[in-house]
């Protein structure tokens, strides 16, 4: 049994989840996520443990447009690879597709 090793990540507030908000309960299935970063660096988000996709910077927020096919409980968690190297990853912001 092989397991995928994840090296140790900070979970730090100058990176968050602005929208959606915890357990908030979506009736689109065209979703735009926003993030807030208080540090220079670019963001990625991945939804439900996919892979990392590059965010858009627009007005002073991050945002990725996400096209779902599924209903039900999501996670999405943003993370910034800062200029000096470092990895800020938000917690797992949970929401719903209904």
Partial sequence: MTSEYSPPHAVDTRLSV???MPEERINARN???MFRAEVEGSVEASIDGGTWKPCR?????WWLD???K????HR???RIKTVDGG???TEPRRFHLV
């Fill in 57 to 61: 910077y627009l007005m002073g927020y």
């Fill in 18 to 20: 602005e929208s959606p």
């Fill in 76 to 78: 999405v968690v943003a």
């Fill in 66 to 68: 996400w096209d779902c």
């Fill in 31 to 33: 979703c735009c996520f």
């Fill in 70 to 73: 599924k209903t039900g409980p």
């Fill in 87 to 89: 990895d800020i990853r």
